[in-house]
T-cell receptor, first 113, second 113 residues
């Protein structure tokens, strides 16, 4: 069965530090992958997506992610975190056939001033 | 216009009430979605409409009744809800139902007393 795992429930970083959020997927074919961010009580905003091609994907707000097929990973990175990046981050893969999103459980990011 | 709007932002209702949630998009998208999100959890898919027809119903109880009057509008009619139905209800849309990014609205925070 297709699945997405975000191993880190909580991550705390200092403002200005680098960030990496992990995402591992289980999928038979070429996955279609997304990272979304959700501020408290808000909807989800798309940060970036991977469909094919270049494995390093640039997104909004200075985020990037790297698709590594050999590791079944799609980790999100940012070189310097801002206090406004504190939020919940969800990785998702589109399931084949039904085209439903399969979300990871999320990673809550806390940023220390 | 690249946003999905939802009304109301907050809703408090009793278990015998009937209420409706509204979602609107003017991006020309032909797929629309309802999700339910409990605190600290990822969104759970409830319904998918494709070209104004119900495409997916994730075995949602009949006290939730979706409606898609036209390609821009999606409603969720609520009747005889239970306190455990309290959650953030998110609407999303995408170009078509498939391998596409979904655009999420800000959600309606529903409290059932």
């Amino acid at each position: 069965a297709q699945s997405v795992t975000q191993p880190d429930i909580h991550i705390t970083v200092s403002e200005g530090a680098s960030l990496e959020l992990r995402c591992n997927y289980s999928y038979g074919a070429t996955p279609y992958l997304f990272w979304y961010v959700q501020s408290p009580g808000q909807g989800l905003q798309l940060l970036l997506k991977y469909f094919s091609g270049d494995t390093l994907v640039q997104g909004i707000k200075g985020f990037e992610a790297e698709f590594k097929r050999s590791q079944s990973s799609f980790n999100l990175r940012k070189p310097s975190v801002h206090w406004s990046d504190a939020a919940e981050y969800f990785c998702a893969v589109v399931s084949s056939g039904t085209y439903k999103y399969i979300f990871g459980t999320g990673t809550r990011l806390k940023v220390l001033a | 216009d690249t946003e999905v709007t939802q009304t109301p932002k907050h809703l408090v209702m009793g278990m015998t009430n009937k209420k409706s949630l509204k979602c609107e998009q003017h991006m020309g998208h032909r797929a629309m979605y309802w999700y339910k999100q409990k605190a600290k959890k990822p969104p759970e898919l409830m319904f998918v409409y494709s070209y104004e027809k119900l495409s997916i119903n994730e075995s949602v109880p009949s006290r939730f009744s979706p409606e898609c009057p036209n390609s821009s509008l999606l409603n969720l009619h609520l009747h005889a809800l239970q306190p455990e139905d309290s959650a953030l209800y998110l609407c999303a849309s995408s170009h078509v139902q498939g391998v596409n990014e979904q655009f999420f609205g800000p959600g309606t925070r529903l409290t059932v007393l």
